[in-house]
């Protein structure tokens, strides 16, 4: 095989093994990339539909407790009022499919629409737990109901809720009970997941501990599985995503996470599964896949073409002076061609056609050896001049492969000094050597100023220096313990003008002769963390009022009180709901109760200090939070100031309306209850908030250990 030929074979080989190794880098990239966004996708809808069931859940059992607080329930005389008051809380949730009141022998003492008044629910488990406490109830299908409830496309399955009822003196009257209608929980992941179900195939289930789908693709519900995502989510508290073979066949990415994880929860423990198939999943990478495929294979074939012909021209030169120089061994009389091609085969072939020349004049200085020595000086004289001229050949190839490297090194730094990431190179001393003009922006310091200082005295917080230091120092000493090298992390940089600003980091280590060089890479990610802070920040806050939400005031609460227990501070705590709410509602629609909600928001922060905090729980319940209320009389004094508020006219876009509102106060003595207790108080407020709507509304009334004033 000729050297044209194993120099093309080469070539070609190098060009297509380069570029598949590319492709199969990117794709497996890509691969990773896209596998774990739709993992994190359907993790966070998993996350979602679980708060969601949560958080309804809890608000059904606020529905509970509210309702067993009434007083018409408490009475248990007047059975018309109360049957009108469960009437009306099923009309305002239509989600239970069935309220009412056993008495202490299990007989339904009355209920919505009068459904099983009469009939003995005993035996039903809602009933026997419910006597003890709060009590929520499992997944379930209609026993007694399911002839007695309307009609509908599917058979009706429940949630219970139950919780005893006592009359005012604290006496047993019976237990009541909810049945929440299944549906409920449809409503939630037909507005949480359908828009995206609809489009990209992404399915919700709701599995009970048993693997029961409770809630799911037809063909799978009230059927039982035990997928891995399943599995997985009994094992764990933090949620996450598989993916996964099912049932029918076909390869999912599950994201699962689980509900009634927090010990003090009621929420029963089902788990959340959220599904989308592989390939719809990953459509796009496949289809960048593919085009990365046709690309490179365009891009290998048009190498190799170009790789062809240039070797073919690289080599024809030197075929050419190789058939010279055979027929030149046969014994013919060829002459050296001097090839023209390009420079390195230009002085070989010329070197050749000197050497020639020379083997003829030492076959002539055999034959003279008779001459004069002038005539030897002159032809040493002529072989030192050829000598010359080719070292002098060689130095000046030389010289253009020193000029090529210089220009790759000139390459590589514009390309650093114009990346779009700051790029610092600093030596085993903490000096700069190198900053490119994306430094020079994030940091402040010009490239000029920064060359030959201390990097840890320009970028590095003086509170992180010593310990920068001595891991730089150790790393040094043994080669190993440098958490930073070779890592990307994220910390605080340090401007010229004395700020620090958070930055990613990634930080390269090269062992030179002459020392060490670390290179270090480093990215703005401010507004990175300013969007974490906005989700966290959407999170604890109502969307309508823009007021903290209950979640939110569940985390003040407790840190209120437990500031109030280390100052010995006074705390109160204000409940309120708006007097006339409904009406306003019913009368001119819900976009004008929103509207005064928010006017109502707007109110109560102007009538609370900049350092209370003000709640909004739901509907119409807001709660205020007062620390450092010295005696009982300044929170309601503050209490009073809100009623007065209020009583002025809501002037709304539909109309100009007037309501009040009742506000029931609870005070928090660190030197009476040492051991907080944040339920006990809102309870507490609740309480004296329902005396204040018994007493005339409009007006405030505090809880006082076991009464209200």
């Known amino acids: 095989m000729n050297l044209s030929s194993l120099v093309t074979i080469g070539v070609v080989v190098t060009v297509l093994v380069t570029t598949a190794s590319v492709l199969l880098v990117v794709d497996q990239f890509a691969g990773s990339y896209a596998r774990k966004e739709a993992e994190t996708r359907l993790k966070q809808l998993a996350w979602q539909m679980q708060e969601a069931l949560e958080r309804s859940m809890e608000e059904r059992q606020i529905d509970m407790r509210i309702l067993v607080a009434r007083p018409s329930i408490r009475e248990g005389k007047d059975l018309t009022r109360m049957r009108a008051v ?5 009309s305002n949730v239509p989600n239970y499919a069935w309220i009412g009141l056993a008495r202490p022998d299990g007989s339904v003492m009355v209920s919505t629409n009068g459904v099983l008044e009469g009939q003995s629910v005993a035996q039903r488990p809602w009933y026997q737990e419910g006597q003890k406490n709060l009590y929520a109830g499992d997944y379930h299908p209609a026993l007694l109901l399911e002839k007695k409830l309307p009609p509908q496309p599917e058979p009706w399955r429940f949630v219970d809720i139950a919780m005893p009822v006592k009359d005012p003196d604290g006496k047993y009257i019976g237990v009541m009970g909810m049945h929440l209608s299944w549906t409920w929980a449809r409503d939630i992941a037909a507005k949480l997941l359908n828009p995206a179900g609809e489009r990209y195939d992404v399915e919700v289930l709701i599995v009970r501990e048993d693997g029961n789908v409770m809630l799911g693709p037809k063909a799978l519900e009230e059927k039982k599985i035990s997928t891995q995502s399943f599995k997985n989510s009994l094992t764990t508290n933090a949620g996450g995503a598989t993916i996964e073979d099912w049932p029918d066949g076909q390869r999912y990415i599950t994201g699962y996470s689980r509900t009634g994880q927090d010990a003090r929860s009621t929420m029963l423990k089902w788990t959340v599964l959220v599904r989308q198939p592989e390939q719809i999943a990953l459509e796009g990478f496949k289809e960048l896949e593919l085009r990365l495929v046709l690309m490179g294979g365009l891009i290998g074939l048009l190498l190799s073409a170009l790789a062809l012909y240039l070797t073919r021209r690289l080599v024809r030169p030197v075929n050419s002076l190789s058939a010279a120089l055979e027929r030149r061994a046969q014994g013919e009389a060829v002459e050296i ?3 023209d091609g390009y420079r390195e085969m230009q002085v070989l072939s010329s070197t050749l056609v000197n050497m020639v020349e020379r083997e003829g004049k030492y076959l002539q200085e055999v034959r003279s050896l008779n001459e004069t020595l002038e005539q030897r000086v002159a032809e040493r004289t002529s072989r030192l001049h050829e000598t010359a001229v080719a070292l002098q050949n060689a130095l000046d190839t030389q010289q ?3 000029i090529q490297l210089e220009e790759s090194s000139a390459e590589l730094r514009a390309i650093l000094h114009n990346a779009h990431d700051a790029f610092i190179a600093s030596d085993e001393h903490g000096q700069v050597r190198e900053w490119n003009r994306q430094a020079e922006h994030l940091l402040g310091w010009t490239r000029a100023e920064a060359i030959g200082r201390s990097m840890s005295e320009l970028i590095v917080p003086p509170e992180m220096r010593e310990a920068h230091e001595r891991g730089m120092a150790h790393f040094l000493a043994t080669g190993q313990g440098g958490v930073v090298i070779n890592n990307r992390i994220e910390l605080q940089a340090l ?50 009022t823009a007021l903290p939400n209950r979640r939110a005031f569940s985390n003040k609460l407790p840190e209120a009180m437990n500031r109030a227990l280390r100052e010995r501070s006074t705390m109160a705590l204000l409940f309120m709901d ?14 004008a109760g929103d509207e005064m909600l928010v006017m109502f928001a707007k109110r109560l922060l102007h009538a609370v200090r900049d350092v209370d905090t003000v709640a909004r729980l739901a509907g119409d319940e807001f709660i205020v939070i007062l620390e450092k209320a010295h005696e009982t009389p300044d929170a309601v004094a503050v209490a009073e100031k809100i009623l007065q508020t209020m009583r002025e006219p809501f002037v709304l876009t539909a109309a100009t309306v007037s309501v009040s509102t009742s506000i029931g106060v609870s005070i928090y003595q660190p030197e009476r209850h040492e051991t907080p207790d944040p339920e006990a108080l809102v309870a507490r407020a609740d309480k004296a908030m329902y005396d204040a709507k018994k007493a005339g509304k409009d007006r405030v009334c505090v809880f006082v250990e076991s009464m209200t004033v």
Do not use: C, W
Request: aromatic fraction near 6%.
């Open 86 to 90: 469960l009437n009306e809380l099923q």
């Open 337 to 339: 061609p001097l090839v």
């Open 400 to 402: 253009e492969n020193q």
């Open 495 to 544: 401007h010229r003008d004395g700020h620090e600003l958070p930055v990613e980091i990634t930080v390269g280590h090269v062992q030179r002769r002459s020392g060490h060089l670390f290179i270090a890479f480093l990215h703005d990610i401010t507004e990175r963390l300013a969007f974490r802070e906005s989700m966290r920040e959407m999170a604890l806050t109502d969307m309508l």
């Open 578 to 591: 708006i007097d006339g709410f409904k009406g306003v509602n019913d009368k001119y629609g819900h976009e």
